[in-house]
Nanobody, 131 residues
Framework: QVQLVESGGGLVQPGGSLRLSCVVS????????IGWFRQAPGKERERVSC????????AYKESVKGRFTISRDNPGNTAYLQMNSLKPEDTAVYYC????????????????????????WGQGVQVTVSP
């Protein structure tokens, strides 16, 4: 059974930083895409960032570029989302998601953008950015 367990959320002032962690078990970690999504109250869930196992083809939502950094420790089965210069509009529940990598021959395709394409999900952590 695949499990994703997130941690690191909390309350932070604007301009502050948080680092989210996602520990994955039950699947070969270095064969997974990792995506970070968020859902604010009254809004749809949106992808914040994703990366494939080789750490290539990293994608970010435009509004977090330069502030958020996705990373992963493959031997440690852990993914991270470092969030700097946080803004009130970053307030949301953040989710870690995983999907087995899609390939064409030896080529690993870029990570999916839609939440529908990720089959494994964590429980979510609250991130609140407020004075």
């Amino acid at each position: 059974q695949v499990q994703l367990v997130e941690s690191g959320g909390g309350l932070v002032q604007p301009g502050g930083s948080l680092r989210l962690s996602c520990v994955v078990s039950g699947f070969t970690f270095d064969r997974l895409y990792i995506g970070w999504f968020r859902q604010a109250p009254g809004k749809e869930r949106e992808r914040v960032s994703c990366m494939q196992s080789s750490k290539d083809n990293i994608a970010y939502k435009e509004s977090v570029k330069g502030r958020f950094t996705i990373s992963r420790d493959n031997p440690g089965n852990t993914a991270y989302l470092q969030m700097n210069s946080l803004k009130p509009e970053d307030t949301a529940v953040y989710y870690c998601a995983a999907e087995p990598e899609h390939t064409e021959g030896f080529l690993v395709l870029p990570c999916p953008s839609s939440e529908r394409d990720y089959r494994y999900w964590g429980q979510g952590v609250q991130v609140t950015v407020s004075p």
